[in-house]
């Protein structure tokens, strides 16, 4: 079945440096890969999406990498400020047009002043 | 610009007992709409999805069910909860083509006691 593993630990970083968050999927082939952002009690937001013909895409303070070989995204926070700190989800998506995505559990990351 | 709104923002509710959460959206047409539902430090579970008005696909089998009443509004209904039907219950909405990000609502907070 498909499986999409991040991380399950918290990832604990000093501000100012680069965060590096996994998203690691099986048994499956997506036309694209979306990272969002979820705070305490709140819905996702979206962050980035990269498609499968994409190497990385960049936006501001955020990179994201898709190594369809590898069946790995990872996603790159730079200049990491406490504000950052959040539970971090990738999502999978197929070609169709329902817009079906499936997510990883997250990776929370906590960035320390 | 596009809105959604959930409601209400917590419940709590007894086992047997009906359900009814409400999703809106405002300022887009014809949307793709989900409900998912995110346990205690776990990611989010598809639930349902919708392309069009009276058009829904179930992705678990379970207690729920979804109806889509207008092009707009997505509603979660149960006849009879149960205690693992607790959990934090998320709408969103993407255009209706596929690529497109997912926009989530606040969110609903379900404890069934």
């Known amino acids: 079945s498909q499986k999409i593993e991040q991380n399950s630990e918290a990832l604990n970083i000093q501000e100012g440096k680069t965060a590096t968050l996994t998203c690691n999927y099986t048994?499956?082939?997506?036309?694209?890969l979306q990272w969002y952002r979820q705070d305490p009690g709140r819905g996702p937001v979206f962050l980035l999406l990269?498609?499968?013909?994409?190497k990385e895409k960049r936006k501001e303070r955020l990179k994201v990498t898709f190594d369809t070989t590898l069946k790995q995204s990872l996603f790159h926070i730079t200049a990491s400020q406490p504000a950052d700190s959040a539970t971090y989800l990738c999502?999978?998506?197929?070609?169709?047009?329902?817009?079906?995505?499936?997510f990883g559990q997250g990776t929370t990351l906590q960035v320390k002043p | 610009s596009q809105t959604i709104h959930q409601w209400p923002a917590t419940l709590v509710q007894p086992v047997g007992s009906p359900l009814s959460l409400e999703c809106t959206v405002e300022g887009t047409s014809n949307p793709n709409l989900y409900w998912y539902r995110q346990a205690a430090g776990r990611g989010l579970q598809l639930l349902f999805y919708s392309v069009g008005i009276g058009q829904i696909s179930s992705e678990v089998p379970q207690n729920l069910s979804a109806s889509r009443p207008q092009d707009r509004q997505f509603i979660l209904s149960s006849k009879k909860l149960l205690l693992s039907d607790s959990g934090f219950y998320l709408c969103?909405?993407?255009?209706?083509?596929?690529?497109?990000?997912?926009?989530f609502g606040p969110g609903t907070r379900l404890t069934v006691t």
């Open positions: 969103a909405w993407s255009a209706h083509y596929s690529l497109n990000e997912q926009y």
């Open positions: 999502a999978l998506a197929g070609s169709s047009n329902t817009g079906k995505l499936i």
């Open positions: 048994n499956y082939s997506p036309a694209y």
């Open positions: 990269i498609r499968e013909n994409e």
